[in-house]
């Protein structure tokens, strides 16, 4: 497995993981406890399942090396908070375990665990153990920061720390996962999500001759009309109608009549979108691989998938109202990226996905409090902006 990376040093993850450290001030440390504590019950969770569902539960290797890397961030954010280098207490663990290594910016995760260890897809026996003597040493880390016995002592706090490092890589030995895959998974999925710099894609349909490609702009006048005593959603863009009329579909009104924004939100900041681009007869049937994957049925289905469960996450949070950049669920994220897994989109970075969610929930908003606006997707500058239609 460590064969898919290069060499990571313990001090150069640290570095990089504090990047996308979100907390700062007094209740910063608490903050990472609480996290430290979380990450190590979820690694737990893992085995759990493994063992309850071991006939069904996929991704045994994977989930362990995510938990085992936010544990790791974790427990690097308290390391740091408390002054303390996360290779120092690397070089102890490994040390107490009988190895010979030195700390510094030199040590590498390879070094603090055997040459070869056996790649498992199920845990030894005594992970369990290891498991539960690694929550264990984090209690009692909890344990003391609350009642003020490590206090200023930094001697104190790196003795727990050095604990809980001999046995997080205890159980990466036992699991079968790498600690250096671990980190390496951990700073690709924290900077897929809160990344360094933010560095646009290139469009899908970039190659694809322009009657094929989804528009760069685009201008649609979203409004409701009554007709026959019910409400609808008509859309038009350049004096044509786009797509059918629209009711909500739902029990109770929910303005769920006015989505098609969202799907808007999508072409605006990713670039894709198979309905729309069905609705615009765009489909690239010039490849028709594209033509029966990307831009099929299925893929229509998945896009409306991923719209509705996105819509039933916002109506618990007021549609988003007071979450900005940076602060969407990386879980919620996360399964958006699993529901589309197999087509291009799944290639967009989460902090991505978040941008077309977050500005498409604008426009949402926008459209429920007047009824009615003009939507303007523009790609060149990944935003989709919303205005009033004039008189």
Same mark, same amino acid.
């Given at each position: /497995?460590?064969?898919?990376?290069?060499?990571?040093?313990?001090?150069?993850?640290?570095?990089?993981? $504090?990047?996308?450290?979100?907390?700062?001030?007094?209740?910063?440390?608490?903050?990472?406890?609480?996290?430290?504590?979380?990450?190590?019950?979820?690694?737990? =969770? *893992?085995?759990?399942?493994?063992?309850?569902?071991?006939?069904?539960?996929?991704?045994?290797?994977?989930?362990?090396? *995510?938990?085992?890397?936010?544990?790791?961030?974790?427990?690097?954010?308290?390391?740091?908070?408390?002054?303390?280098?996360?290779?120092?207490?690397?070089?102890?663990?490994?040390? *107490?375990?009988?190895?010979?290594?030195?700390?510094?910016?030199?040590?590498?995760?390879?070094?603090?665990?055997?040459?070869?260890?056996?790649?498992?897809?199920?845990?030894?026996?005594?992970?369990?153990?290891?498991?539960?003597?690694?929550?264990?040493?984090?209690?009692?880390?909890?344990?003391?920061?609350?009642?003020?016995?490590?206090?200023?002592?930094?001697?104190?706090?790196?003795?727990?720390?050095?604990?809980? /490092?001999?046995?997080?890589?205890?159980? $990466?030995?036992?699991?079968?996962? %790498?600690?250096?895959?671990?980190?390496?998974?951990?700073?690709?999925?924290?900077?897929?999500?809160?990344?360094? #710099?933010?560095?646009?894609?290139?469009?899908?349909?970039? %190659? /694809?001759?322009?009657? #094929?490609?989804?528009?760069?702009?685009?201008?649609?006048?979203?409004? #409701?009309?009554?007709?026959?005593?019910?409400?609808?959603?008509?859309?038009?863009?350049?004096?044509?109608?786009?797509?059918?009329?629209?009711?909500?579909?739902?029990?109770?009104?929910?303005?769920?009549?006015?989505?098609?924004?969202?799907?808007?939100?999508?072409?605006?900041?990713?670039?894709?979108?198979?309905?729309?681009?069905?609705?615009?007869?765009?489909?690239?049937? =010039?490849? !028709?691989?594209?033509? #029966?994957?990307?831009?099929?049925?299925?893929?229509?289905? %998945?896009?409306?998938?991923?719209?509705?469960?996105?819509?039933?996450?916002?109506?618990?949070?007021?549609?988003?109202?007071?979450?900005?950049?940076?602060?969407?669920?990386?879980?919620?994220?996360?399964?958006?990226?699993?529901?589309?897994?197999?087509?291009?989109?799944?290639?967009?970075?989460?902090?991505?996905?978040?941008?077309?969610?977050?500005?498409?929930?604008?426009?949402?908003?926008?459209?429920?409090?007047?009824?009615?606006?003009?939507?303007?997707?523009?790609?060149?500058?990944?935003?989709?902006?919303?205005?009033?239609? !004039?008189?």
């Amino acid at each position: /497995m460590t064969e898919e990376f290069e060499t990571l040093t313990v001090a150069d993850y640290a570095k990089q993981a $504090a990047r996308t450290d979100q907390r700062s001030g007094r209740s910063a440390l608490g903050f990472s406890m609480l996290g430290l504590f979380g990450e190590v019950g979820s690694l737990l =969770s *893992e085995a759990k399942k493994k063992q309850r569902d071991a006939a069904s539960y996929l991704g045994y290797a994977d989930a362990v090396a *995510e938990e085992l890397g936010d544990v790791l961030w974790y427990l690097g954010a308290v390391a740091r908070r408390g002054g303390i280098a996360l290779a120092d207490i690397a070089a102890a663990a490994a040390s *107490e375990d009988g190895r010979t290594v030195t700390g510094g910016g030199a040590l590498t995760f390879h070094a603090l665990q055997p040459v070869h260890i056996p790649i498992g897809k199920a845990p030894m026996p005594q992970f369990e153990h290891t498991l539960l003597a690694l929550a264990g040493a984090v209690g009692t880390l909890v344990d003391d920061f609350q009642s003020g016995v490590l206090g200023k002592d930094r001697s104190a706090l790196s003795h727990r720390l050095v604990a809980v /490092m001999r046995l997080l890589v205890r159980a $990466a030995d036992e699991s079968g996962v %790498t600690i250096e895959a671990a980190a390496v998974k951990n700073l690709h999925k924290i900077f897929d999500r809160w990344p360094r #710099e933010r560095v646009y894609p290139a469009p899908f349909d970039s %190659t /694809m001759d322009l009657e #094929e490609q989804l528009p760069r702009k685009m201008t649609i006048d979203v409004y #409701e009309r009554t007709v026959r005593g019910q409400v609808f959603v008509y859309q038009r863009s350049g004096g044509v109608f786009v797509g059918d009329r629209l009711t909500d579909n739902a029990a109770e009104p929910d303005d769920y009549r006015f989505h098609d924004v969202f799907h808007y939100a999508y072409i605006a900041v990713l670039g894709w979108s198979p309905v729309i681009r069905s609705l615009l007869r765009l489909k690239r049937k =010039s490849v !028709p691989k594209i033509d #029966e994957v990307d831009d099929g049925a299925r893929a229509v289905l %998945t896009e409306e998938g991923v719209t509705t469960w996105i819509f039933g996450q916002a109506q618990q949070l007021a549609f988003f109202e007071k979450v900005k950049r940076g602060g969407l669920p990386l879980d919620m994220l996360k399964q958006v990226r699993q529901m589309v897994a197999g087509y291009e989109s799944e290639r967009c970075p989460l902090w991505l996905w978040e941008d077309a969610i977050l500005q498409g929930y604008a426009a949402f908003r926008f459209l429920q409090h007047h009824r009615r606006g003009r939507v303007q997707i523009d790609f060149a500058n990944r935003r989709l902006r919303i205005k009033e239609i !004039p008189s």
